[in-house]
């Protein structure tokens, strides 16, 4: 994910960037992921399918999907038509569709059947880069990891965290600058960002984090 940015904005400076992580885990202590899911198979779909799609629609879909495959053994032998048939009303849902199959073919065939819990094995599965192998350990095993969606990179241009250009390296200064608690705050930053710190319209007048604002001094991230 690469956003453009039309001017840096200001960055926060490690006092404030202390008050900030302070003010996230106070408002968000138990934050976790809104998708729903019963096991490491469920979450990793699950996330998976949410790539540019929201949370609430992945939770329409999987029923009916882990219902039909409810592990990779039956997924890794599903008919492609009928997967997509299944997720078509998910964004991307022809690649999705394949991703999943392939995905559930490799956990089969490469890990014995076993979903993988570490990072550079989960990123060689169909589908899954390092963004959604993060948010699966993050949410699966509590790991001190930071991952950076759309609203994560949002939030954290317009409190001057980063000034970086793509998710990756936004992930790296939030890591950086943050040290500790990684995986609370990922969740806060989502959650934060999709109903507070919006893109469009975002709550501004009783904002938790409004002194620590830089958007006002003309940070904008197009998308």
Same mark, same amino acid.
């Given at each position: 994910?690469?956003?453009?940015? *039309? /001017?840096?904005?200001?960055? +926060? &400076?490690?006092?404030?960037?202390? %008050? =900030?992580? $302070? ?48 592990? *990779? /053994?039956?997924?890794?032998? +599903? &008919?492609?038509?009928?997967?997509? %048939? =299944?997720? $078509? ?135």
């Amino acid at each position: 994910m690469t956003k453009k940015i *039309t /001017k840096y904005p200001k960055l +926060a &400076n490690k006092q404030e960037i202390e %008050e =900030i992580k $302070k003010i996230f885990l106070k408002n968000y202590p138990d934050s976790v992921t809104e998708l729903n899911y019963k096991n490491l198979y469920e979450l990793i779909v699950s996330v998976l399918l949410s790539a540019q799609c929201t949370d609430k629609r992945v939770n329409i879909i999987t029923p009916a999907l882990f219902a039909k495959y409810p592990s *990779t /053994k039956e997924l890794s032998n +599903a &008919n492609l038509d009928d997967v997509k %048939e =299944i997720i $078509k009303s998910c964004s991307f849902f022809n690649n999705k569709a394949k991703n999943l199959i392939a995905l559930a073919k490799m956990v089969e065939e490469d890990f014995n059947g076993e979903i993988p819990l570490e990072q550079k094995e989960l990123v060689k599965l169909a589908g899954v880069g390092q963004k959604t192998a993060n948010v699966v350990l993050i949410e699966y095993t509590g790991a001190n990891l930071m991952a950076v969606d759309t609203h994560v990179f949002r939030v954290a241009h317009r409190l001057g965290l980063s000034k970086s250009t793509t998710a990756k390296a936004t992930e790296a200064d939030l890591s950086k600058k943050f040290k500790t608690n990684l995986h609370q705050l990922h969740q806060a930053m989502v959650l934060f960002g999709r109903y507070k710190c919006k893109a469009i319209n975002p709550e501004c007048e009783d904002c938790i984090l409004k002194e620590y604002c830089k958007s006002k001094e003309g940070f904008k991230a197009k998308g």
